[in-house]
């Protein structure tokens, strides 16, 4: 992957949402001579004003579209929730990068710390990109997204108020419920309760309510809800599931629930 298609990619999404990403990335693609792969992961856009050779799925876009948009995405508000503390840490790049080389490969990971640089010194309005992920990405997915997001800010092995205000506001302009944004928090940032917060519940809830908890949660956050985002992010999910297996058997160990 050429430095271009990125940053381009990345100028289309602040400005036109996850579709103009693509644009800027088709644009940045064209521009370096890789055509045949812009047009692969261009091959179902939008049905407004599309040629009678373009391929369209009604209500949804292609499974290399939608990997393509989160890799944006998470490109765009990682800048938000690193500079948030006002200081940027090695390991949060790290993490960045991690997801970066597994789910696409070595050669994106250049690129992706270049757009990290160019994003560094450009003020990202979470407000206006929260919105149009909200809009592009299935409600899973964008649980999947602030998954990732916490991992960052938690990196440095530090928790700062910033960082969990920046998270906050995330998962509000992506339209994530509050239950379930403490919850994903609480998977990584622990207390006395995170166990019962993870499966959005509070300690005083019945057996009966621990296990209708557990039972809503694990199929809200099933592994194969983000299939289409690729097997890297599907392990991510199984991570995320498991913990909530883990709070699901503290509780229970410490209720003496069989």
Same mark, same amino acid.
């Given at each position: 992957?050429?430095?271009?298609?990125? /940053?381009?990619?990345?100028? =289309?999404?602040? @400005?036109? &949402?996850?579709?103009?990403?693509? !644009?800027?990335? $088709?644009?940045?693609?064209?521009?370096?001579?890789?055509?045949?792969?812009?047009?692969?992961?261009?091959?179902?856009?939008?049905?407004?004003?599309?040629?009678?050779?373009?391929?369209?799925?009604?209500?949804?876009?292609?499974?290399?579209?939608?990997?393509?948009?989160?890799?944006?995405?998470?490109?765009?508000?990682?800048?938000?929730?690193?500079?948030?503390?006002?200081?940027?840490?090695?390991?949060?790049?790290?993490?960045?990068?991690?997801? /970066?080389?597994?789910?696409? =490969?070595?050669? @994106?990971? &250049?690129?992706?710390?270049?757009? !990290?640089?160019? $994003?560094?010194?450009?003020?990202?309005?979470?407000?206006?990109?929260?919105?149009?992920?909200?809009?592009?990405?299935?409600?899973?997915?964008?649980?999947?997204?602030?998954?990732?997001?916490?991992?960052?800010?938690?990196?440095?092995?530090?928790?700062?108020?910033?960082?969990?205000?920046?998270?906050?506001?995330?998962?509000?302009?992506?339209?994530?419920?509050?239950?379930?944004?403490?919850?994903?928090?609480?998977?990584?940032?622990?207390?006395?309760?995170?166990?019962?917060?993870?499966?959005?519940?509070?300690?005083?809830?019945?057996?009966?309510?621990?296990?209708?908890?557990?039972?809503?949660?694990?199929?809200?956050?099933?592994?194969?809800?983000?299939?289409?985002?690729?097997?890297?992010?599907?392990?991510?999910?199984?991570?995320?599931?498991?913990?909530?297996?883990?709070?699901?058997?503290?509780?229970?160990?410490?209720?003496?629930?069989?």
């Amino acid at each position: 992957m050429g430095t271009a298609k990125w /940053i381009a990619g990345v100028l =289309g999404w602040v @400005a036109f &949402g996850p579709i103009g990403g693509l !644009l800027g990335y $088709l644009a940045g693609a064209v521009w370096e001579g890789a055509v045949d792969a812009a047009r692969q992961m261009m091959g179902s856009q939008t049905s407004q004003g599309a040629s009678p050779g373009t391929s369209y799925r009604q209500g949804g876009y292609s499974a290399t579209e939608q990997r393509n948009s989160f890799f944006v995405s998470l490109l765009v508000l990682s800048s938000a929730v690193i500079k948030a503390d006002g200081k940027t840490h090695p390991r949060e790049i790290e993490v960045v990068k991690d997801f /970066i080389r597994r789910n696409f =490969g070595d050669a @994106a990971v &250049g690129d992706a710390e270049r757009v !990290l640089e160019r $994003l560094s010194t450009q003020q990202v309005n979470i407000y206006e990109v929260g919105p149009q992920i909200a809009r592009y990405m299935n409600y899973s997915q964008r649980l999947q997204l602030l998954h990732y997001l916490v991992r960052i800010a938690i990196a440095d092995g530090q928790f700062d108020k910033s960082e969990k205000s920046v998270l906050e506001a995330i998962a509000t302009t992506i339209g994530l419920s509050a239950s379930d944004a403490a919850s994903v928090i609480a998977m990584y940032y622990k207390d006395t309760n995170s166990a019962y917060a993870v499966l959005e519940i509070q300690p005083s809830a019945t057996d009966d309510e621990v296990r209708s908890a557990y039972r809503r949660m694990a199929m809200k956050n099933h592994p194969d809800k983000v299939a289409t985002l690729g097997p890297e992010v599907q392990k991510a999910a199984a991570e995320k599931f498991r913990k909530i297996q883990e709070a699901y058997e503290a509780i229970k160990k410490e209720r003496g629930i069989n």
